[in-house]
């Protein structure tokens, strides 16, 4: 069974810190990944996403990384804002027939002013 | 630019009533996904549908029907509600299966009295 998992599942920090949140996939077979952020009640904002053919994928402030062989992938926030205060989720495509995505259960990071 | 549209946003029914969400997805997108999300849960897929044909089907309850219609929207159906599907209903939409960026829409939040 394909799963998605995500440590850890909350993270505090300070403001202006560095951080890495990490997701992990059984089967190395990937399609894509895509890292989503969720404010509470709200719907998925896609931030990144990586294709299998690629190793990591740049947008302002963030940077999501895929190593396939280990089945990991990293999304590093550099210097956190409050306003980066969210759930975290990642989500892996398998494509083919299917091309659902299977979610990890997230990271809730909170930066503290 | 345009992104999914959901409606409605919220809607309350009663233990086995009926509901039906709507799902538009961006224009030129041709695939629709639904996504159930429960309370502090991650998405859960269940039905996906690519040029109006069912594509993929998940842990969608056999009281829960869609369908994608010519235009590309879609429709989820749900009869004999009960308490445990209230959730965040999410539709995402995409270019074909083997894709880019699923894009998410705001969700319909349901609530089963």
């Known amino acids: 069974k394909q799963e998605v998992t995500q440590i850890p599942a909350a993270l505090s920090v300070p403001e202006g810190e560095n951080l890495v949140l990490n997701c992990s996939f059984t089967d190395s077979a990937i399609y894509n990944l895509q890292w989503f952020r969720q404010d509470p009640g709200k719907g998925l904002t896609s931030l990144l996403l990586i294709q299998s053919s690629q190793r990591e994928q740049t947008s302002g402030r963030l940077n999501a990384s895929l190593d396939k062989s280990s089945g990991r992938s990293t999304l590093y926030i550099a210097a956190s804002q409050p306003g980066d205060s969210a759930t975290y989720l990642c989500?892996?495509?398998?494509?083919?027939?299917?091309?659902?995505?299977?979610f990890g259960k997230g990271t809730k990071l909170s930066v503290k002013p | 630019a345009a992104g999914v549209i959901q409606s409605p946003r919220h809607l309350i029914k009663e233990k086995r009533e009926t509901a039906t969400l709507k799902c538009y997805p961006i224009?030129?997108?041709?695939?629709v996904y639904w996504y159930q999300q429960g309370p502090g849960q991650d998405p859960q897929f269940l039905i996906s549908?690519?040029?109006?044909?069912?594509?993929d089907k998940g842990s969608i309850p056999d009281r829960f029907s869609a369908q994608q219609f010519s235009d590309y929207h879609s429709e989820l159906n749900m009869s004999s509600l009960e308490l445990g599907d209230s959730a965040l209903y999410f539709c995402?939409?995409?270019?074909?299966?083997?894709?880019?960026?699923?894009?998410f829409g705001p969700g319909t939040r349901l609530t089963v009295l």
């Open positions: 989500a892996s495509n398998y494509g083919g027939s299917q091309g659902n995505l299977i």
């Open positions: 995402a939409s995409s270019v074909g299966l083997r894709t880019d960026t699923q894009y």
């Open positions: 224009p030129r997108h041709d695939t």
């Open positions: 549908f690519y040029e109006k044909m069912q594509s």
